[in-house]
């Protein structure tokens, strides 16, 4: 395997709270944008597949090829395994690898892919780089990520403020970039991939049991995950500040008007044929 590149710190961590928002996700949440590409002989890559449920997914939508799921830890990839072993897959496998150094040959597979990827990379331009020369001519990447300071709710809150605030001052000082969607098309072009539509799309978490959970999920994960403890240990927050802003997430999540609304940026990439 390549010698591994990646400079950042995976901000999030795979805490439970971390993995209670990962596990939820499918193909059609949060891939919909790639569907109408898919063909069922497709041999796809899918870079930070994290638990794998969009990776086993997008198994099951290309019955005829395969998938490979790719994680930087080797821990996650277990759940992945198990993932696709409860849905009886026979077209997944999976990979330890850093999206900056791939251990694939050029012109490999059909889509190569990542969610919620590049925004916690060291340099995405290299990462999508990588990702072009292992796609084969005439196929795809395709990628989605968040864009925080586009996140947006209701009603105000200003210890949400202080969330978004200090969640992306984290998340900068781990290396990464939490405004990552608005900037997907520009990390293309400049990786050299020229046929780009991009677009954007949405989350929205309003219902009761989806204000529960998004809530939930925070309040826990800015606390106790990984993302905490780097918060305090690099001094952004007192962990007295922290449960402060735990405690704004599970008012938010406790008003019966709360609405809340996550805008990712969406590329779609062909490389030339
Ligand atoms: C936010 S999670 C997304 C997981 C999954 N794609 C999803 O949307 O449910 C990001 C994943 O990318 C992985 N990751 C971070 N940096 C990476 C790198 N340089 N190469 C490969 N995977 C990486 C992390 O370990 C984590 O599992």
């Given at each position: 395997?390549?010698?591994?590149?990646?400079?950042?710190?995976?901000?999030?961590?795979?805490?439970?709270?971390?993995?209670?928002?990962?596990?939820?996700?499918?193909?059609?949440?949060?891939?919909?944008y790639l569907l109408?590409?898919?063909?069922p002989h497709m041999?796809?890559?899918?870079?930070?597949?994290?638990?794998?449920?969009?990776?086993?997914?997008?198994?099951?939508?290309?019955?005829?090829?395969?998938?490979?799921?790719?994680?930087?830890?080797?821990?996650?990839?277990?759940?992945?395994?198990?993932?696709?072993?409860?849905?009886?897959?026979?077209?997944?496998?999976?990979?330890?690898?850093?999206?900056?150094?791939?251990?694939?040959?050029?012109?490999?597979?059909?889509?190569?892919?990542?969610?919620?990827?590049?925004?916690?990379?060291?340099?995405?331009?290299?990462?999508?780089?990588?990702?072009?020369?292992?796609?084969?001519?005439?196929?795809?990447?395709?990628?989605?990520?968040?864009?925080?300071?586009?996140?947006?709710?209701?009603?105000?809150?200003?210890?949400?403020?202080?969330?978004?605030?200090?969640?992306?001052?984290?998340?900068?000082?781990?290396?990464?970039?939490?405004?990552?969607?608005?900037?997907?098309?520009?990390?293309?072009?400049?990786?050299?991939?020229?046929?780009?539509?991009?677009?954007?799309?949405?989350?929205?978490?309003?219902?009761?049991?989806?204000?529960?959970?998004?809530?939930?999920?925070?309040?826990?994960?800015?606390?106790?995950?990984?993302?905490?403890?780097?918060?305090?240990?690099?001094?952004?927050?007192?962990?007295?500040?922290?449960?402060?802003?735990?405690?704004?997430?599970?008012?938010?999540?406790?008003?019966?008007?709360?609405?809340?609304?996550?805008?990712?940026?969406?590329?779609l990439c062909r490389?030339?044929?």
């Amino acid at each position: 395997m390549p010698e591994a590149r990646e400079t950042a710190v995976y901000t999030h961590g795979h805490h439970e709270s971390v993995l209670r928002s990962h596990t939820w996700r499918t193909a059609a949440n949060s891939a919909a944008y790639l569907l109408g590409a898919l063909e069922p002989h497709m041999r796809i890559l899918d870079i930070g597949c994290g638990p794998g449920t969009i990776t086993a997914d997008l198994a099951g939508l290309v019955p005829d090829g395969h998938v490979t799921g790719l994680d930087r830890e080797p821990g996650i990839l277990e759940r992945a395994r198990a993932v696709a072993g409860e849905r009886e897959l026979t077209n997944v496998d999976f990979a330890v690898g850093d999206v900056h150094a791939l251990d694939f040959p050029d012109d490999t597979f059909c889509v190569v892919h990542a969610h919620q990827v590049l925004q916690h990379v060291g340099d995405p331009v290299r990462a999508l780089r990588e990702m072009k020369r292992v796609t084969k001519p005439g196929g795809f990447v395709a990628v989605r990520d968040s864009d925080y300071a586009a996140m947006t709710w209701y009603p105000p809150s200003p210890g949400l403020d202080d969330w978004l605030e200090l969640y992306r001052r984290v998340a900068r000082a781990n290396g990464g970039e939490p405004d990552a969607g608005r900037r997907l098309k520009s990390w293309a072009l400049a990786a050299g991939l020229t046929d780009v539509t991009a677009t954007s799309a949405t989350w929205t978490f309003s219902a009761p049991g989806e204000r529960a959970w998004w809530s939930g999920l925070w309040a826990d994960r800015t606390v106790a995950s990984v993302y905490a403890d780097r918060a305090v240990e690099g001094g952004h927050a007192t962990r007295e500040q922290l449960r402060a802003v735990a405690g704004a997430w599970r008012e938010w999540g406790g008003r019966e008007d709360g609405w809340f609304s996550v805008l990712h940026g969406e590329i779609l990439c062909r490389k030339e044929a």
